[in-house]
Structure formats: C-alpha cells, structure tokens
C-alpha cells in the first residue's frame, strides 16, 4: 500500500502538465529546449541580424542610400514682337560618398558589433543553462526530500500497529496509542509539504524547458562529481567577461568610424539636361556633374565624437567592473563548492548515525526498556536529519552550478 501511494506521488505532478513534452531529457537536451523558448534566445537573435544588417550597409559602395531624381519645368518665355515656351527636364542620380578611410573604419566596426553580438549570445546562454542547472537540482532535493518524508511515514504507521497490539494486549497506555497516531499524522503532513514543493518546482522546470521529466538526478551527481581543480584548469574566458571585451571593442570601432565621418556624407551627381524653346526646336542636351558637400557640421560632428566617447569610458569602465566581479564570483564559487561539500558529508554522516540510534532505539522500545515518547523523538530527529541531507545536497550541486558559471562552462 505505501508503495503505490509512493508511486502516486511521483505521478502527480507530471500529470498536471500535460502539456509539457514527452520523455526525459538529457540535460543538454533540457538546455536546448529552454533556449528554444527563452525570451534571451529572441533577444540574442534580433541582435545577430542587426549586426549582419550593419555589416552589409558598411560594405556599400555608398555612404547611405542613392537617390534619383527626375524635374520637368515648362514656361513661356517674351523677347520684343517675339514670344514662345521653353521646356526644361533634367534627371541625375545622387550618390553619397564615403571619406577618406570612412568605409574601412565603418566595416571594422560592424565586426566589432558582430562580435559583440555572438559573445552576448554566449552569455545568454550560459544564463539559461544555470536555470535549467538550478531547478534540475531543486527538483532533486524536492524528490529525496519526498522519499525520506514518505519512508518516515511508513515507519511509523508500522509503529502505530504495533502500539496499538501493544495496547490491545495491556502492555501500553491508550496515550501512547494517540500519540503514535499523532506522529503518523505529523509525518503525513510533513509528506505533503515535501509534495508541494515538488509540485512547485516541476511546474517551473516545465515552464523552463517544456518537458514534463526532469533530467535524471544521477546524471546531474555525475557532473557534480567532477574534480573542481580539473574544471579550473580547463577554463577559458567566461562568456561575461568575452562581452565585456567585445563591447569595449564595439565603442573602440563606433568611435573610429565617427572620427571619419562628416556627420553627413557628401554626394555626387551624375545626371543629363534637355533644354528646348518649343515644340518644333531643337533641344539642347547636356551632362550635369554635381558634387554637393555639407557645410557647418562642426557642432554635430562633436556632439557625435563626445557620445562615442562617452560609450567607450563606459564600456571600459563595465570591462574592469566584470574583471573584477569574475574574480570575486570565481572565489566565492569555490569557496562555497568546497564548503558545501564538507556540509554534505556531515549531514550524510549524521543522517546515518541518527537513523542507527532510530533503530536502536525500536529495539530497545520493543524490549520494554524505553517509552514510546523517546522513540517518537528518535523518528522526528532522523527524519529531520533525512530532510537536512536532501537539502545539502541541493546545496552542494547549486554550489556546484555556480562555479560552472563562473568559468563559463556549459553541458
């Protein structure tokens, strides 16, 4: 009977999102599904493709888009006793030109923009794997906090049967029959509470990725396992701090580009001109070469200069800011790694010594040497102890997590 109310529970919440997809996944699998759905997958996108947009305007042959245009003028023209119409049509095609050294600066800073691009989108990943890393392991600790909830459980309506013979026979009180009921109901509520909770957080992993299973909690352990020295010595730059870089380099090119420019680009015109005084004339036809260049941009190309430079102290500024943050985080990281991992050797031991004493205790109960109310208090201190490991388990693989985003490693 408690193995299939067991069986239920576990049942339970997939159930409630039947939406969800099929099947367990992988944990490579669980983080492609999330970035599939991630609002930062959007993001990261639009962004590539504005990038790539800014790499072709840059390999242009024009400064910005060419223009045609096309006037007719007819009027009537008096001269003395003589008097007649004139037409005019011109058409010309205007061409925005780049300056000296402009085209080259333009395009190395759409690569820069390119660049900067691709390392956000690194980044951004790497976000949404330590989500999917994160509720994997509280999904875990919820489900091996359920498991020793419902053990507890079973326990103790074992022990409530036999108080109950034992008070059938004589050999106990009617309280001590109440209060094994009592802690049956007190381990039961305890047992929902761990439901809940896992209820809680397969909802949000379904949120996350989109499946209905989680990832296989050995194979989440079998990547906690992983020597952290060894991970050190295999990390590269983190993804935070190649953005960082690829955004001072972005202002570095959107400063030089504005350094060649005008503020606004001269433009060529090529065109032709008809020039006729009536119908039955001649008309005379003509080439028009024009070059206009703007004139008092002095201002605007400043302004212009002070805002890509004001970009690029600011950029700087996040780079020694992220630099400094990484090596704060990488330290903390593995501090708290291996901290944690001391924490949950110490709850293993300790559960391990208290569920010895629980069953001693049982055996001492049986023997009549102690009350009921001792060993009560020998179940709720193991089952206490069942739930602190559970937790420092999810402890030690969110530490565990934290330094995988720390050096920038994904699944």
């Known amino acids: 009977m408690a193995g299939l109310l067991l069986a239920s529970l576990f049942l339970v919440a997939p159930a409630a999102s039947a939406a ?112 999917v890393r994160e509720t994997a392991w509280d999904i875990a600790a919820r489900q091996a906090e359920l498991v020793a909830a419902q053990s507890a459980v079973d326990a103790l309506v074992e022990l409530a049967g036999v108080v109950e013979r034992r008070v059938a026979f004589g050999d106990l009180a009617t309280s001590d029959l109440l209060a094994s009921r009592a802690g049956v109901l007190d381990a039961e509520m305890a047992r929902d509470d761990a439901l809940r909770r896992l209820e809680a957080a397969r909802a949000r992993w379904t949120v996350l990725t989109g499946y209905e299973e989680t990832v296989e909690a050995g194979e989440m352990e079998a990547e906690a396992r992983i020597d ?113 991992g001391r924490q949950l050797e110490g709850a293993r031991q300790r559960a391990e010594l208290l569920s010895r004493r629980q069953r001693m205790m049982e055996r001492a109960f049986a023997a009549g040497e102690i009350p009921l109310a001792e060993l009560l208090l020998a179940h709720r201190d193991s089952r206490a102890a069942s739930a602190d490991l559970a937790r420092r388990k999810a402890e030690r693989g969110l530490a565990h997590t934290s330094l995988l985003h720390a050096i920038g490693a994904f699944p």
């Open 20 to 131: 969800g997809i099929a099947g367990r996944p992988t944990l490579v699998e669980a983080v492609d599904a999330a970035w599939r759905i991630a609002v930062e997958a959007r993001h990261a996108d639009s962004e590539s493709r504005r990038a790539e947009a800014g790499m072709r305007v840059a390999r242009s042959f024009a400064a910005d888009s060419p223009a045609l245009a096309w006037s007719r003028e007819e009027g009537d023209w008096y001269g003395g006793a003589r008097a007649g119409s004139a037409t005019e049509t011109e058409i010309g095609l205007s061409w925005p030109l780049w300056m000296p050294g402009q085209r080259r600066a333009a395009v190395d800073a759409s690569r820069a923009d390119a660049a900067w691009a691709s390392a956000n989108l690194a980044q951004a990943q790497l976000e949404v794997a330590a989500r």
């Open 228 to 340: 952290s020295r060894s991970l050190l010595s295999r990390a590269g730059t983190p993804p935070s701090l190649v953005a960082a870089e690829a955004s001072v380099r972005r202002a570095e090119g959107e400063r030089a580009a504005v350094r060649r420019s005008l503020g606004a680009p001269p433009e060529l015109t090529l065109g032709a001109k008809e020039e006729s005084d009536g119908p039955a004339a001649t008309g005379d036809r003509s080439l028009v070469l024009a070059l206009r260049i703007p004139l008092g941009l002095g201002a605007r190309r400043e302004l212009a200069q002070a805002t890509a430079q004001s970009a690029l102290d600011v950029a700087q500024a996040e780079l020694s800011l992220a630099r400094s943050k990484h090596a704060a985080d990488l330290a903390a990281a593995r501090s708290d790694f291996e901290i944690t």
